[in-house]
């Protein structure tokens, strides 16, 4: 696509309820990202992957988070058991492999609320 | 690990000011990349820096990175109501691929 497209862009959803949140990468971008932004906060590292391979998951908040990429396009962040700390805005970003470190392309994000 | 501080962390002013806003570190960083958010959008690219004592201009924006590529500041000549938004910081290391983020500065110009 043209650009980074995140759904749902809102999700409230009750304590304790399980919750997938899907992001579509542009078209041709390897490399993808998973930010957690809270309300008035800069954006928080969860995890990356370059195919569909994740590096480093040591981002993700607690084990009820995991985060999950097939066929290198889509991805799919899942938190279990929501809890309402998990209340924020998930960003997702993807850049091209062997692009400037840093230059990421952002969808708007899935604002969650956990009541 | 590596943080990045930015301030003020609030600015208001009024149109047709001049402004500068600045993203500190204790770390080196290969490049510095200077991001605007809306309200309900996501952060936008503006700018990305490299070498030491790097300045770029955008229009009215004059990013400068520093020396020993630790720190960079972001200075707006003649505010508009239109740049309205947050303004993050963020960088990043070659061959790395944590970008980190500051909070930000979330400037309100008033007309």
């Known amino acids: 696509g043209a650009g980074v497209s995140q759904s749902p862009s809102n999700k409230v959803t009750e304590k304790g309820k399980d919750v997938e949140l899907r992001c579509d990468p542009i078209?041709?971008?390897?490399?993808l990202y998973w930010y957690r932004q809270s309300l008035g906060q800069g954006l928080e590292f969860l995890i990356y992957f370059q195919g569909n391979s994740a590096p480093d998951k040591s981002g993700l908040p607690s084990d009820r988070f995991s985060a999950e990429r097939t066929g290198g396009s889509v991805s799919t962040l899942t938190i279990q058991r929501t809890q309402q700390e998990d209340s924020a805005v998930y960003l997702c970003a993807s850049n091209i492999a062997g692009g400037p470190a840093g230059e990421l392309f952002f969808g708007e994000g899935s604002r969650l609320t956990v009541l | 690990t590596q943080l990045l501080e930015q301030s003020p962390q609030f600015l208001s002013i009024q149109e047709g000011e001049n402004l500068t806003v600045y993203c500190n570190s204790s770390s080196v960083f290969s490049s510095l990349q200077w991001y605007r958010q809306e309200p309900g959008e996501g952060p936008v690219l503006l700018v990305t820096v490299v070498t030491g004592g790097e300045v770029k201009k955008l229009k009215r924006l004059t990013f400068q990175f520093g020396d020993a590529r630790k720190d960079s500041s972001l200075h707006i000549t003649a505010a508009q109501t239109g740049d309205t938004g947050l303004y993050l910081c963020a960088g990043a290391n070659t061959g790395g691929f944590k970008t980190i983020f500051g909070a930000g500065t979330r400037l309100f110009v008033k007309a």
């Open positions: 078209s041709g971008h390897t490399a």
